[in-house]
């Protein structure tokens, strides 16, 4: 059974930071090119950040120089490092992986950016 499960939101003053985790199981995790989107209220589901099967890294435009994304293979993890939240940040976070035709998706974790 394939699952994603995200953990490691919650609500962080602006500026702050907080380290996303997306455990996999039940699929080939290393054959996957994984990716965090995010949807904040009202809003449609939006691309954070992908890292690809070889590690290469690409990031919207909006978080680029504050969020890092990352892979462990062998313990079928994904990593978002989040730094100098702002309220725009506000959403829930998911975990994705993808290969050709198939698609995976964790439930989200929420995230709130506020004073």
């Known amino acids: 059974q394939v699952q994603l499960v995200e953990s490691g939101g919650g609500l962080v003053q602006p500026g702050g930071s907080l380290r996303l985790s997306c455990a996999a199981s039940?699929?080939?995790?290393?054959?996957?090119?994984m990716s965090w989107y995010r949807q904040a209220p009202g809003k449609q589901r939006e691309l954070v950040a992908t890292?690809?099967?070889?590690?290469?890294?690409n990031y919207a435009d909006s978080v680029k120089a504050r969020f890092t994304i990352s892979r462990d293979n062998a313990n079928k993890k994904l990593y978002l490092q989040m730094n100098n939240l702002n309220p725009e940040d506000t959403a829930v976070y998911y975990c994705?992986?993808?290969?050709?035709?198939?698609?995976?998706w964790g439930k989200g974790t929420l995230v709130t950016v506020s004073s």
């Open positions: 890292i690809a099967r070889d590690g290469r890294t």
């Open positions: 994705n992986a993808e290969r050709g035709l198939t698609d995976y």
């Open positions: 039940g699929f080939t995790f290393s054959r996957y090119i």
